[in-house]
């Protein structure tokens, strides 16, 4: 993953709106909103207790614990040391930082990608794609969608390390390039990130096999 890592720093999580440098302010575990977010991906991607999850770009860990909470088998990894290390206490033992260069190791039945696959840099992307297919057994991607340009959902511009702007059919040709299969492809699911649907195609949502 060849992003600029030092961009993922204090600033980016707890003041990015003021700096004008992400769409976070004070990011803090607010389980009332993760625990049913998680149970909403559960439900709906059907995981089951003794699956395993990967939550790729886990940030300061707040998915993993939600999966954990709802007695799902979840780790997450993520480059920037300051979100690892704001993990909760409880979290730790579960969320790793990972070098911009390393390989991805382990297997898992669930790979998550949420908000991820944008920050990679053009060149990056299908050696980050070709890596996921060896550890990853599904992907379930939530990528916001371009024209090539812009975003669909003019807030995605805000963040300076969003880099790919590209529409549903790009992303599918490059799953499919590095040997995925999109069993599923929608720009909406229901009661996940319905925040932004009023943007209609903002948003692909992606199984991958």
């Not at 991607?141 to 812009?150: V, W």
């Not at 669909?152 to 549903?168: A, K, L, S």
Request: charged share 30%.
């Amino acid at each position: 993953m060849e992003e600029v890592v030092e961009f993922y720093d204090a600033d980016y999580f707890e003041r990015g709106e003021e700096l004008g440098k992400s769409l976070y302010t004070n990011y803090q575990w607010l389980p009332e909103v993760t625990i049913p977010f998680c149970a909403k991906i559960i439900e709906f991607l059907g995981i089951r207790e003794n699956e395993t999850i990967l939550d790729l770009g886990c940030a300061k860990g707040f998915l993993v614990k939600g999966f954990r909470l709802l007695h799902r088998q979840a780790w997450g990894i993520d480059i920037s040391e300051y979100a690892i290390s704001c993990a909760p206490k409880d979290i730790k033992p579960y969320v790793n930082l990972i070098r911009s260069s390393e390989k991805l190791r382990g297997y898992y039945d669930w790979v998550i990608a949420k908000d991820v696959f944008e920050h990679i840099s053009y060149s990056q992307i299908n050696n980050l794609l070709d890596n996921l297919r060896i550890v990853a057994k599904k992907i379930f991607a939530i990528i916001p969608l371009g024209d090539g340009k812009k975003y669909v959902i003019p807030d995605m511009e805000r963040d300076i390390t969003h880099i790919i702007r590209e529409d549903i059919n790009w992303w599918i040709r490059q799953f499919e390039s590095s040997g995925f299969k999109a069993v599923y492809r929608s720009y909406k699911v229901r009661n996940i990130k319905e925040k932004w649907t009023a943007w209609g195609k903002g948003n692909g949502f992606f199984i991958l096999r």
